[in-house]
């Protein structure tokens, strides 16, 4: 049973893994076995509803201080890859080049800011939209946290020798990426001072990242899975995956009228819009429902992956039917994280059961159990 969120942990989803020189990982091994879950991935993708399993695996530190480091950062993350085959899933695990969420105020001059043990942070820059708009600016892979993870990219590129699946860097929404550029309670009173300025940064911001994301995809090339990041990823997926956790503090018409157009002009540039937001965004289900090209979205529902979580019986509810995909994160045995997947399913839902059982057998037990419900 949950026993609650655990605020000992850095991270509730994370798995320890040791970490694996390119040398010494099976670099042909890891791409058949991604071969061979593809065909489910194509099948659910062209089916009007189905579920899939993946057990991600985070390894503990790549999110943290460990990015800063894109060689240590590929070691352990090819330590997750090969841990992830102990697990029965249908979609493989793959190679992320995190580096901070704050790239995109490195186009206005900010640095990183490093803690101990900490994952980069920065400090802002403005304190209204119109400064935004008059500051001088540069393109994200000028910039030296832009360069960097272009490196990433290269080095994980040519290591894997584009065997293995890698994803775009970690994608934030205009709102988010407008938060990291002036403080949200000033961000906040903008929106209701000076909504107009705010909309335009919030499409000049969106502009930078189609470019930046462009960049990454010619480096990646046949190897780019998507959505990317948090969401459970493959080759055939389609859609650029936001964090947009912010928008959960605004009224829906004030994301609609001044943020819903710069989401969708990214989702557009790669085959989809896919939503992302911590926490519970129940309220919020009608709002996300009406983004074009909207191809997933993504939530917690156990006390244990989330403090607060979403009800999984509302959003079976609200998404049956649409093929839009509910990526389902839930950590906990698999009597718990059943319970929740349970109640989310419906016969036209599309679900992908994102699983963080500790065990390879409970894993398996889990999986069974999804599939046999699948079949109902």
């Excluded at 990426?177 to 309670?185: K, N, V």
């Excluded at 780019?224 to 956790?245: C, E, I, T």
């Excluded at 993504?298 to 979580?309: L, Q, R, V, W």
Aim: overall charge negative; charged content about 25%.
């Amino acid at each position: 049973m949950a026993t609650g969120f655990n605020t000992l942990l850095r991270d509730s989803q994370g798995t320890k893994v040791q970490p694996v020189s390119v040398e010494n990982f099976d670099l042909q091994g890891y791409a058949e076995y991604e071969a061979e879950l593809l065909e489910k991935n194509k099948k659910f993708v062209e089916d009007k509803s189905g579920i899939l399993v993946y057990r991600r695996v985070r390894a503990d530190g790549v999110f943290y201080d460990k990015c800063r480091d894109y060689k240590e950062s590929l070691a352990l993350q090819l330590g997750a890859l090969q841990t992830s085959m102990q697990y029965r899933a249908d979609i493989a695990n793959f190679l992320e080049p995190w580096y901070g969420i704050g790239y995109i105020a490195a186009c206005f001059g900010a640095e990183y800011v490093w803690k101990a043990e900490q994952a980069p942070s920065v400090e802002p820059l403005f304190s209204t939209a119109a400064q935004i708009l008059e500051a001088d600016f540069k393109p994200i892979e000028q910039t030296p946290m832009g360069k960097y993870i272009l490196e990433m990219i290269t080095y994980f590129v040519e290591q894997t020798k584009g065997k293995i699946p890698i994803s775009f860097c970690d994608i934030q929404a205009p709102l988010n990426m407008l938060s990291y550029l002036m403080p949200i309670t000033d961000l906040f009173m903008e929106i209701y001072d000076d909504p107009d300025t705010v909309k335009a940064a919030a499409n000049r911001v969106a502009e930078l990242l189609v470019d930046f994301l462009k960049k990454q995809e010619e480096i990646i090339g046949d190897a780019l899975v998507k959505p990317g990041h948090g969401f459970a990823s493959s080759r055939v997926f389609k859609g650029a995956g936001m964090s947009d956790d912010n928008s959960i503090m605004i009224q829906a018409e004030d994301y609609q009228d001044l943020f819903q157009k710069a989401d969708e002009k990214i989702g557009a540039a790669f085959g989809g819009t896919v939503y992302h937001s911590c926490g519970n965004w129940e309220n919020k289900i009608d709002m996300v429902k009406q983004i074009k090209h909207m191809t997933s979205v993504d939530g917690a529902f156990s006390i244990e992956t989330d403090p607060s979580p979403n009800d999984p019986f509302v959003f079976g509810e609200a998404f049956d039917g649409t093929g839009i995909v509910v990526n389902a994160r839930a950590v906990g045995d698999a009597k718990t994280s059943f319970e929740a997947f349970r109640q989310i399913w419906r016969p036209q839902q599309k679900l992908i059961a994102v699983t963080y059982c500790e065990d390879p057998g409970e894993q398996e037990k889990l999986y069974r159990m999804l599939h046999e419900l699948e079949e109902e």
